[in-house]
């Protein structure tokens, strides 16, 4: 079956850096664009980055811009989000999703079931 | 404050029919399509609607998404105690080269 399972969540110190990965299943991965969204506790959806099916186009949201990376490798059915200088309204579930079109079209069809991290000294 | 404004709350009892706000602008509601997505207690988040009006393989057809201009709803009729989760609508925005945005959610509570 569809599946995204997240890993790679935990506590870390303000200013500290984590790796998020995504591991794919029950689907051709390369076909499809992929995103990250987090969710702060008791708050809402926040969409973080997107990455094309080839890796080649990426957008942030400006709150992440410049300490976040995304990145996927098709190989490895994998996707990843690098997390640098974290701060502590960083502390959220992150989740990955598949974008069965790209610019949200078709929506976001298949998400894992998150990843928490908590920022804090 | 998020890109997409939606009621914080809203309400019904069983059966009932309810509706869902979701105001955004040009850049965003007003010229790509709307998703909705339904978040319950402790879940993940589940697409219920893409490209404005279309339902998911498995989605029951009480829910519906129309759009008109830089607006969009979701109604939601014969309501089930089981519909008591928060509800999300998201677009594409083409601001700042590029983005995706959610609205803040509404909880529905089933009376």
């Known amino acids: 079956q569809l599946q995204l399972v997240e890993s790679g969540g935990g506590l870390v110190k303000p200013g500290g850096s984590l790796r998020l990965s995504c591991a794919a299943s029950?689907?051709?991965?390369?076909?499809?664009?992929m995103t990250w969204i987090r969710q702060a506790p008791g708050k809402g959806l926040e969409w973080i980055s997107y990455i094309s099916s080839r890796g080649d186009v990426i957008y942030y949201a400006d709150s992440v811009e410049g300490r976040f990376t995304i990145s996927r490798d098709n190989t490895e059915n994998s996707l990843y989000l690098q997390l640098n200088s974290l701060r502590a309204e960083d502390t959220a579930v992150f989740y990955c999703?598949?974008?069965?079109?790209?610019?949200?079209?078709?929506?976001?069809?298949?998400w894992g079931q998150g990843t928490t991290v908590t920022v804090s000294s | 404050q998020s890109v997409l404004t939606q009621p914080p709350s809203a309400s019904g009892t069983p059966g009932q029919r309810v509706t869902i706000s979701c105001s955004g602008s040009?850049?965003?509601?007003?010229?790509?399509?709307v998703n909705w997505y339904q978040q319950l207690p402790g879940a993940a988040p589940k697409l219920l609607i893409y490209?404005?009006?279309q339902r998911p393989s498995g989605v029951p057809d009480r829910f519906s998404g129309s759009k008109s201009g830089t607006s969009a709803s979701l109604a939601i009729s014969g309501l089930q105690s089981e519909d008591e989760a928060d509800y999300y609508c998201a677009a594409w925005d083409d601001s700042l080269n590029g983005r995706g945005v959610f609205g803040g959610g509404t909880k529905l509570t089933v009376l």
């Open positions: 040009t850049s965003n509601i007003g010229s790509n399509a």
């Open positions: 999703a598949r974008d069965r079109s790209g610019y949200f079209y078709y929506g976001l069809d298949v």
């Open positions: 490209s404005n009006n």
């Open positions: 029950g689907f051709t991965f390369s076909d499809y664009d």
